[in-house]
């Protein structure tokens, strides 16, 4: 608790080990869900030490499901966490085990907001590989899957922000 409180942000990973082995290198802001089963109970407990989340799954299809997943938990709690995102196939003691402690900071520093993760994940899965950014249709099907996400934000302001930002991801009017 007093190591979140002191960095300002909690790095949620998959499981003990993955815990211990950040610790070992010096981050005790970390906890550990096991596996990848975050709940609102993981998010509301630390949340009254931080409200500044980093996720970081491992780096494979279940990972990346769990961190997709995540945001709805994260956006009704009117939290806006970001994702450290490892080389592919990689978690974190593969991460610090073949750099240093220096590379897995630049990491959290290099993390990106999880609604943008979230947004790259459902273009992919809609063109199964690539989407055509100018159909309509396919712009659409990722709006209303989003929609309902970016409901959850309790604050307007965010939620305006979110919206503004998958408009000028997807290349339309704010106003849909």
Request: aromatic fraction near 8%.
């Amino acid at each position: 608790k007093e190591a979140i409180r002191a960095e300002g942000h909690v790095v949620i990973v998959e499981g003990y080990f993955d815990c211990l082995i950040l610790v070992q290198a010096g981050f005790k802001n970390v906890v550990a869900t096991m596996g990848t089963a975050l709940t609102s109970t993981h998010v509301e407990i630390s949340k009254r030490f931080t409200d500044r989340f980093y996720l970081l799954f491992d780096n494979d299809e279940a990972g990346r499901n769990a961190s997709e997943r995540a945001l709805p938990i994260f956006f009704s709690l009117g939290l806006s966490p970001h994702i450290i995102e490892l080389p592919l196939g990689k978690d974190p003691d593969d991460f610090i085990s073949s750099t240093s402690a220096a590379a897995f900071h630049q990491k959290i520093k290099e993390a990106r907001p999880l609604l943008d993760f979230v947004l790259d994940r459902l273009v992919e899965k809609n063109g199964e590989g690539r989407v055509n950014l100018n159909s309509f249709g396919e712009k659409t099907k990722i709006i209303e899957q989003l929609s309902s996400i970016l409901a959850l934000l309790p604050n307007g302001m965010e939620r305006q922000e979110m919206m503004r930002r998958l408009a000028d991801r997807l290349h339309v009017e704010e106003k849909w």
